[in-house]
């Protein structure tokens, strides 16, 4: 399924690449690694069957960060598939030392930006989960349009998600909190299963990530939503 095909034209991007430091043992990782968790970027969809060896319900999710939390997510359930995508090349590196590290075969990577991945290469209705955690807030306004969470994301979301498929959302920034709550309120391609405010220790239905630690440190307040696609 093509962009237009899914009413989704991507024209601002949500993320900066950072130039961060890679370490010898992540560049050691990434150069040795790859060929074991690594996706290519492609036109053509996924075809996840083949790329896991295996029929499971599959969780992707965005932006993991250093991916310490993905891949314990991956080990604690090894009868699901999962994939993540981050842009962040150090934190890739982290990601696949870790792999390594827990003995897992149920994970994959892939490094690009997560919406032509989600409009481009993952199928229509092969997602179980989508998760969403802590993307960046753009929190002055003249850089909200950058927020990677608008009307068209939602739908390229939907196309993604199986029937009855679920997208779960975290942020530590307020304004991001009542922009999701504004959003999803007048949307009807979800409906909420359940909203949490809390001060880091009610995460809902994840684990405990970097980013979420840190925003609790500067004295946060953490907004999880979980939602359900409909139709």
């Given at each position: ?60 999710e965005i932006g993991f960060g250093n ?163 409909i139709g």
């Amino acid at each position: 399924m093509t962009n237009d095909e899914r009413g989704f034209k991507r024209t601002v991007r949500s993320f900066v690449r950072r130039a961060g430091r890679i370490t010898e043992s992540q560049q050691r990782a990434l150069d040795e690694l790859w060929p074991l968790w690594g996706v290519e970027v492609s036109d053509a969809p996924l075809d996840v069957v083949e790329l896991f060896g295996r029929e499971a319900p599959l969780t992707v999710e965005i932006g993991f960060g250093n991916g310490d939390s993905l891949v314990q997510l991956a080990a604690e359930h090894p009868d699901h598939n999962y994939l993540g995508i981050e842009v962040h090349v150090p934190g890739i590196g982290h990601c696949l030392i870790a792999a390594r590290q827990a003995s897992i075969d149920n994970l994959r990577i892939i490094s690009h930006d997560a919406v032509d991945v989600l409009s481009q290469q993952v199928a229509a209705g092969s997602v179980s989960r989508l998760n969403l955690y802590f993307p960046d807030p753009w929190p002055k306004k003249r850089h909200h349009k950058r927020r990677i969470l608008n009307p068209d994301f939602l739908a390229a979301v939907h196309a993604c998600l199986a029937p009855g498929g679920t997208f779960h959302i975290a942020t530590d920034w307020r304004n991001y909190a009542e922009h999701i709550d504004e959003l999803f309120s007048v949307s009807p391609l979800f409906r909420l299963d359940e909203r949490r405010e809390h001060d880091g220790d009610q995460p809902l239905d994840r684990t405990v990530t970097k980013f979420e630690k840190r925003g609790v440190k500067r004295g946060h307040r953490i907004w999880d939503w979980r939602y359900q696609k409909i139709g």
